[in-house]
């Protein structure tokens, strides 16, 4: 059962340009929603994360837009850069589960 | 060591072999969570620990796999007579304590390949 819906699966973007990532859920309870970055050969790392109580978070280059009627909610990467280029994920849980159900990626290429 | 240990970092074995798969968690780290991630698949859960009991084993693919926890840390992930769909990248993860919102750290993986 695919809780989180994630797109697109795979971002080409030239450096400097904005990336754009997006997810949806299903579960009306999920209520907190981070973003993991993984470069290959290596673990996700977390990024940044956003609670429903605000609709966007910003940390840098890093946005997360947050849409709660329409239960979506995205990554925006300002200023794309070589060194951004990493798969993304983003990730879902509630406070009855706590258990982090994940996105199916998304790999972004950044190209100078 | 500063962050999540996992070993063997990649293994091949044959198909119908028992694998154990091990993760050290950050010191001090009480939950300890196992994931899997397969080709242009995302991180799918397989079981978390709290100290060294199991709360949630609903992830487990099967009953060929079984985790344990020893002493509050390390954990060893035992997958029985393997299939070439168990191959896969394992990841375990820890955090402070378990519980909403919490961030979790992951190691780098263990690649294992079923042939």
Known sequence: QQQVKQSPQSLIVQKGGISIINCAYENTAFDYFPWYQQFPGKGPALLIAIRPDVSEKKEGRFTISFNKSAKQFSLHI???QPGDSATYFCAASSSDTDKLIF?????????? | GAGVSQSPSNKVTEKGKDVELRCDPISGHTAL???RQSLGQGLEFLIYFQGNSAPDKSGLPSDRFSAERTGGSVSTLTIQRTQQEDSAVYLCASSLVYGFGNTIYFGEGSWLTVV
Do not use: A, I, K, N
Not at chain 1, 103 to 112: A, E, I, N
């Open chain 1, 78 to 80: 300002m200023d794309s």
């Open chain 1, 103 to 112: 996105g199916t990626g998304t790999r972004l290429q950044v190209f100078p």
């Open chain 2, 33 to 35: 969570y196992w994931y």
